[in-house]
């Protein structure tokens, strides 16, 4: 009979949070975190990368940090309690709505675009209005910007990922 192992579980439900670009910079970044190389951040580790950022924290707080993020409940993490920590912090901060006045900028930035006021933004909009406030843009450019922009693929830009696109 074969043991199930848990820690491949756990690995394979968080990584799929992230793309494989933020996956190989998280793991870097883990990498850089883990000064000895032996799969597993310590409190002094952690405390090392924060002083080099200029972040000055108590030991006490980075043990607590360390603590919370362990899903062992240890003075130690791996690279997938690291990866939850990550997008715990990445969930906070997606709570942080704008405030008001961004919204309404915002807003207004989206209507200087939106031309017709129909609620969208199309390629011919965007190159008008780039042309309207002396920026040169070209075709390829514009292409890339409403294939960046455009996520449910109608072919124009509505308000939601106009405001996802500049945040």
Same mark, same amino acid.
């Given at each position: 009979?074969?043991?199930?192992?848990?820690?491949?579980r756990r690995s394979s439900s968080i990584k799929k949070e992230f793309s494989?670009?933020?996956?190989?910079?998280?793991?870097?970044?883990?990498?850089?975190?883990?000064?000895?190389?032996?799969?597993?951040?310590?409190?002094?580790?952690?405390?090392?990368?924060?002083?080099?950022?200029?972040?000055?924290?108590?030991?006490?707080?980075?043990?607590?940090?360390?603590?919370? $993020?362990?899903? $062992?409940?240890? =003075?130690?993490?791996?690279?997938?309690?690291?990866?939850?920590?990550?997008?715990?912090?990445?969930?906070?901060?997606?709570?942080?709505?704008?405030?008001?006045? =961004?919204?309404?900028?915002?807003?207004?930035?989206?209507?200087?675009?939106?031309?017709?006021?129909?609620?969208?933004?199309?390629?011919?909009?965007?190159?008008?209005?780039?042309?309207?406030?002396?920026?040169?843009?070209?075709?390829?450019?514009?292409?890339?910007?409403?294939?960046? $922009?455009?996520?449910?693929?109608?072919?124009?830009?509505?308000?939601?990922?106009? $405001?996802?696109?500049?945040?």
């Amino acid at each position: 009979m074969s043991v199930p192992r848990l820690g491949r579980r756990r690995s394979s439900s968080i990584k799929k949070e992230f793309s494989e670009k933020e996956l190989r910079d998280l793991r870097t970044a883990f990498d850089l975190l883990d000064r000895n190389q032996d799969g597993k951040v310590t409190t002094r580790e952690f405390k090392i990368m924060l002083n080099n950022l200029g972040i000055e924290i108590k030991e006490d707080k980075v043990q607590e940090l360390i603590l919370c $993020a362990s899903h $062992a409940g240890k =003075e130690l993490i791996d690279e997938n309690d690291f990866l939850k920590f990550v997008k715990q912090i990445q969930d906070l901060c997606h709570l942080n709505p704008p405030s008001e006045d =961004e919204e309404l900028d915002l807003l207004a930035a989206f209507q200087v675009f939106d031309m017709d006021n129909d609620g969208y933004i199309t390629k011919d909009e965007l190159r008008i209005a780039m042309e309207m406030i002396g920026e040169e843009i070209s075709e390829d450019q514009l292409t890339h910007v409403m294939d960046t $922009a455009d996520t449910d693929r109608d072919g124009k830009i509505n308000y939601n990922e106009f $405001a996802q696109l500049l945040s």
